[in-house]
């Protein structure tokens, strides 16, 4: 290629200490025209980015020496202005959250669809070249550490952390919408966490807990003898947040008159409590919330459509549950962990049968009842793992799906909620069936430790039918007690070597 046209075409830099992954990367981007440079580790990519100054860079998170993330730091502060798009084997909220706060343009998960890069590719040139004509350089970010609790995989997850990356640099007024229990007040949070307020205040307002008379003063304080029951002065939470983030949760719940004063503050920055006469200056980042639907509410006039566009500079859709299911795995592993930390419960895993009873509920509760359920199946499970038997008899198409933790279940789960009769131990469900449902389940699960397995499944469940009495277990299980006390220290041992 003659040098003059080498030197118009916009170049990609791929950094990456793969070398198939730089191969088959290249093939994928060798359809554009475009200069393709290589680096095999972060230093390289630092000093070719620094010679060459790529309009687009792809870089690797995890690599040997410097880590993609340091590398996205030192890029920023290089300023060359290259559009930079992070590659991660795994999508983590931190990933997530740090790749699109320190700047990165977006981010893609191994394994890549080719589709996808170049697709992804295509817009990052683009957006140099918007760049480059607004001279529109993005500051230098600051480094911080980073609060945990958002897990989500889901393309629909990370959209939203991609976002929660995104308005932490700016100080803008959020709007998170999202049905009852999808992760609202987290998300709120963590935009609060990650944001420069972060050593202030952070206060969450339920509006609709608060009723309608209660609320100004709730929000905005009072003078004392303002109304009976004002026996002495009052801050309200603007003012206790000054400096900080105010979660405003369930704001479609908000009565107009309120609504009005919300906006004087976050317009004016200024507040007055109730029956005071002289205005207070607040500085407040608001976050608000709902699971209504806000744009109708403006429609139907229930909702102030300046406060609504004040609100709405940057909007956060959380999508429900059922709509992301990929990510239920994930959040009923971190909350697992999260409870074993506690030493609140054991269990530390789920068998593959009652996951997919999970995954297959409607959770209109979202992840707020898929957390409950998860706690309470724990409390009732007496292995290292949750099976179908331990979840709440409630769950849809929970009965009959774990033949082995069926037989002795029952009067444990009963104790814990309440059962709707439709174990299957208590169906009209014959013996040749029941082993059957457990031979067919087994066969291919517990090649080479089939005995091993039922024997101690029902070791388990004849312990727990009996309250841990040995006596009574061994009796039933048609063994001597220093054998059952053998067979428990060899099933403790295999549960503590799996957990
Ligand atoms: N992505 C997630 N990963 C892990 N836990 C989550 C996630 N989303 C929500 N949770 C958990 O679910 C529960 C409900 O979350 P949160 O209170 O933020 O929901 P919300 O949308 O604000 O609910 P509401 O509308 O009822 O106020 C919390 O205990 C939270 O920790």
């Not at 506690?342 to 209109?364: C, D, F, G, T």
Request: glycine content about 8%; proline content about 4%; hydrophobic content about 35%.
């Amino acid at each position: 290629m003659p040098e003059t046209e080498k030197d118009s075409l916009p170049r990609i830099l791929i950094v990456d200490d793969d070398n198939e992954i730089r191969y088959s990367l290249k093939r994928v981007l060798g359809k554009l025209d475009a200069e393709l440079l290589e680096a095999g580790s972060g230093e390289e990519g630092l000093k070719v980015a620094e010679k060459e100054k790529p309009e687009v860079i792809l870089l690797d998170n995890r690599m040997g020496g410097i880590s993609g993330m340091e590398t996205l730091q030192n890029l920023r502060s290089l300023g060359g202005g290259s559009v930079i798009i992070m590659m991660t084997a795994h999508g983590t909220t931190q990933t997530a959250i740090e790749a699109m706060k320190y700047g990165a343009f977006d981010y893609l998960m191994k394994p890549f669809e080719p589709e996808k890069i170049l697709d992804l590719v295509k817009k990052g040139l683009r957006a140099h070249k918007d760049r480059r004509s607004s001279g529109n350089y993005e500051s230098k970010l600051k480094v911080e550490d980073y609060a945990e609790g958002i897990v989500g995989s889901s393309e629909g997850m990370q959209l939203v952390l991609k976002q929660v990356g995104q308005v932490t640099a700016s100080d803008a007024t959020v709007m998170i919408t999202g049905e009852s229990g999808t992760g609202k007040e987290l998300v709120a949070r963590c935009i609060h966490d990650h944001s420069l307020r972060s050593k202030k205040t952070f206060i969450a307002v339920n509006c609709a807990a608060i009723p309608d008379n209660l609320i100004e003063s709730e929000l905005f304080g009072h003078e004392k003898g303002s109304f009976t029951g004002a026996t002495s002065q009052r801050q309200g939470k603007f003012e206790l947040c000054d400096g900080g983030t105010l979660f405003l949760d369930e704001i479609g719940d908000m009565a107009l008159p309120t609504q009005t004063k919300i906006l004087r503050a976050i317009q004016e920055g200024e507040i007055q409590r109730v029956g005071g006469t002289s205005p207070i200056q607040v500085n407040v980042r608001v976050i608000a919330a709902t699971n209504r639907d806000i744009e109708e509410m403006v429609k139907t006039q229930d909702f102030r459509e300046d406060l609504y566009y004040r609100l709405n500079v940057f909007r956060i859709r959380i999508p429900p549950l059922r709509d992301r299911r990929d990510d239920i795995p994930e959040i009923i592993d971190y909350h697992l962990q999260r409870l074993a930390k506690q030493k609140k419960i054991r269990p530390r895993s789920i068998s593959a049968e009652a996951l997919e009873v999970m995954k297959a509920q409607p959770w209109n509760g979202n992840v707020r009842e898929l957390e409950n359920v998860v706690y309470r199946s724990a409390v009732v499970a007496q292995g290292s793992t949750i099976l179908v038997a331990d979840l709440p008899a409630d769950l849809e198409g929970r009965e009959g799906t774990d033949p082995i933790a069926a037989p002795a279940a029952p009067s444990r789960v009963e104790n814990e909620v309440p059962s709707t009769g439709t174990d299957p131990v208590s169906q009209d469900q014959g013996e040749e069936s029941l082993f059957d449902a457990l031979f067919n389940t087994l066969v291919t699960k517990e090649e080479g430790r089939l005995l091993q397995a039922v024997e101690y499944a029902m070791i388990r469940r004849s312990m727990d039918h009996f309250e841990n009495n040995q006596a009574k277990a061994a009796s039933l299980l048609g063994m001597s007690k220093s054998t059952l006390r053998t067979r428990l220290s060899l099933l403790r041992a295999e549960e503590s070597k799996s957990e």
